[in-house]
């Protein structure tokens, strides 16, 4: 018993402890991409830093620069272009190869060939032509670097390796759509492999594609610990309207609870939190249920009740007058 004190406790001590590790490793040399300045548009929203976030009304004519890098030892021709990309399933979907939508009707880039020396970096202006009667609402698409390798041969197999900036163009008169979203459920489950899960079942309320992620904290587990944050597992993108799911994937070792979960969640400067209780369901047949040994424990009960009966009476004939085992003694 006293082992299985001491097992339980360390136990719960692995849990309420929180372990951070991060990995000091230089990304592979190759070819990146990256966006110059953030949209004049959009000077708030985080994510216009990184991705091209813009509101332009029809007619308009914008200009965008985006840096391309050579980090390798070798000269690179890098082709740079515009592709399509929709929001479809949670995700931002890029569109095969080089193949087009709207959007990228409306894009050029000043030079879509580069001839670039080892470790170099060189920009490209990408300029974005509204027509005057383009439809209002929400396009995407994504500015592409790629270099590709001669056909292999024998094969004909080519290789292309390339990088990109999404395009989240809003086309409209007046003010832009506020972004919002909205947390509708809290649900606990477990992937394949036995891990727990927390998924947030969310709904974008506002008229603006947003791009989901946060993480989440467990707390009022058993015995009274805490474990987490553990992030997201991947960010969740939704046009207007769209409903998704943000699931993030925590530490195996974790009790089942229950627990009162805390998923807090964000898109740009937009925040938003839920709180819930959980509990995660068992993982295989491991241990029989509790109500499963009540049974048990009265059948044990059951059988003890009939040996003590069994030897009261072979007590009882021993000590009868005449008995075999009186004449013996």
Known sequence: MRRLLTATLLLLGAVSATVTSALAASP?????????????????????????VDHLA????SHRQVEVANSTNSTLVVSAYPAG??????SFAFAPDRAGDELTTWIAVDRGS?????????????TFNVPRDAAPGE????IWAEVRSAPAPGTGVVVINRVGVRVYLLVGAGNPPAPNFEIT?????????????????????????????????LSHGPGGISAGPFSAQQVTTLAPGQSGEVTAVLD?????GPWTVSMDL????????HQATIQFPGVGPKAAPRSYLVPALVGGGILAVVVLGMLAQVIHRRRRPGSIQDSTA
Do not use: C, F, W
């Not at 990309?85 to 949670?90: T, W, Y």
């Not at 580069?114 to 990408?126: A, D, N």
């Open 114 to 126: 580069l001839t670039m020396k080892p470790h170099t970096k060189t920009r490209v202006k990408v």
């Open 58 to 61: 029809p007619g308009t004519v």
């Open 28 to 52: 592979p040399p190759g070819i990146g991409i990256r966006l110059i300045s953030a949209s004049a548009s959009e000077p708030s929203d985080p994510r216009a830093r990184l991705y091209i």
């Open 252 to 256: 195996k070792k974790l009790p089942s």
């Open 139 to 142: 396009r995407y698409a994504v």
């Open 185 to 217: 459920s809290i649900k606990a489950g477990r992937t394949k492999a036995g891990q727990p899960t927390v998924t947030a079942h969310v709904l974008n309320t506002g008229g603006r594609t947003v791009d989901i992620g946060g993480n989440v904290r």
């Open 85 to 90: 990309a929709a929001v479809a399933n949670g």
């Open 266 to 273: 964000k898109s740009g400067l937009i925040e938003q939190s």
